[in-house]
């Protein structure tokens, strides 16, 4: 049975910094892309960064380019979002994700405030 089991997140005042964790098991982690997406009250989930399987190419929405860090160990089956600079509108529900087998797979969420 496959789980994503993510920790991280909190409350943090704007410019500063948080570091998201998930930890997957019961599938061959290498072999995945690996998604962070976040859902803010009121608005569609959105995806926020994503890395290859072998963490060779990343990807990230404009509004944090630059701020955020998306990484992972193939050893420890685990992806990471690093995310400095954060904003109030970064503030929202983030889930890790990945597609396994044709279903998505979603952790179960953190929630992330930015607020003073």
């Known amino acids: ?13 704007p410019g500063g910094s948080l570091r998201l964790s998930c930890v997957a098991s019961g599938i061959n982690f290498r072999l995945y892309t690996m998604d962070w997406y976040r859902q803010a009250p ?6 926020v960064a994503g ?14 380019k630059g701020r955020f860090t998306i990484s992972r160990n193939n050893v420890w089956n685990t992806v990471w979002l690093q995310m400095n600079s954060l904003k109030p509108e970064d503030t929202a529900v983030y889930y890790c994700h990945t ?5 998505d797979r979603w952790g179960q969420g953190t929630q992330v405030t930015v607020s003073s």
Do not use: F, W
């Open 99 to 103: 597609r396994h087998r044709s279903v």
């Open 51 to 64: 890395i290859s399987s072998n963490g060779g190419t990343t990807n990230y929405t404009d509004s944090v």
């Open 42 to 47: 009121g608005k569609q989930r959105e995806l």
């Open 1 to 13: 049975q496959v789980h994503l089991v993510q920790s991280g997140g909190g409350l943090v005042q």
